[in-house]
């Protein structure tokens, strides 16, 4: 763990992902929604709540370097609700850490709540100063960002778990999100990634009315 806002003990490796250009080897498909047993071999409570309202699915993409070549241990996640259109999106950038997979990056498209950046991430290594007043919020309420390079500077504990973690940094992103093609341009922009404009929308999207 760092000290006193050090950013040297985030490694450098992430921050060389971070910053280079990177491609898709392939399209996945979005994870499957789970299906409702139905019949007289089912037996519930009168009062048992049954529904997939609340099913998250994803798409996980590997990555390659800007020539095709794969690189390690470095993913793309695309998460979504399975039936409710255009809210609580994310896309995350993770890579290898230790046993698991840490978050470097993630955007945050139409989340039901707002994002509070901390007086201490605010403070924090003159984040407030580097990023400017106006970019970095204490509230962000609407689509966001937690970059990799504004995290860094908070310190290798801003990628960890526990209060300090889970990319406490964040700034607005700018202009209005009106479309899933507008998410997926933002997360090719913010995590250098090609080949991602295309990728379709979740298939359960395209039918359910909005909710």
Do not use: C
């Not at 806002?5 to 910053?19: C, H, K, L, T, Y």
């Not at 202009?175 to 990728?199: A, Y």
């Amino acid at each position: 763990m760092s000290k006193g806002g050090d950013s040297s003990a985030v490694p450098d490796a992430w921050r060389q992902i971070a910053e280079r250009k990177k491609t898709l080897m392939g399209w996945p498909e979005w994870s499957e929604v789970a299906t409702l047993t139905a019949g007289t071999a089912v037996h519930s409570r009168r009062d048992d709540l049954r529904t997939v309202a609340a099913e998250i699915i994803e798409a996980l993409f590997q990555l390659a370097d800007e020539d095709g070549t794969g690189l390690v241990g470095v993913r793309l996640r695309l998460k979504a609700w399975a039936h409710r259109r255009q809210r609580d999106v994310t896309a995350t950038l993770e890579v290898v850490g230790g046993r698991s997979f840490v978050t470097i990056s993630r955007l945050d498209a139409w989340p039901s709540d707002p994002h509070q950046n901390s007086l201490k991430a605010l403070k924090r290594l003159g984040v407030k100063e580097l990023l400017g007043v106006k970019e970095l919020r204490s509230t962000i309420d609407g689509s966001h960002v937690h970059r990799f390079a504004d995290n860094a500077r908070y310190g290798v504990e801003a990628f960890g778990p526990g209060p300090e973690g889970n990319l406490p940094v964040a700034v607005a992103l700018p202009g209005n999100l009106q479309s899933f093609r507008d998410f997926l341009r933002s997360v090719m922009l913010e995590f250098n990634v090609e080949g991602l404009g295309d990728f379709p929308s979740p298939p359960s999207w395209q039918v359910i009315l909005w909710l």
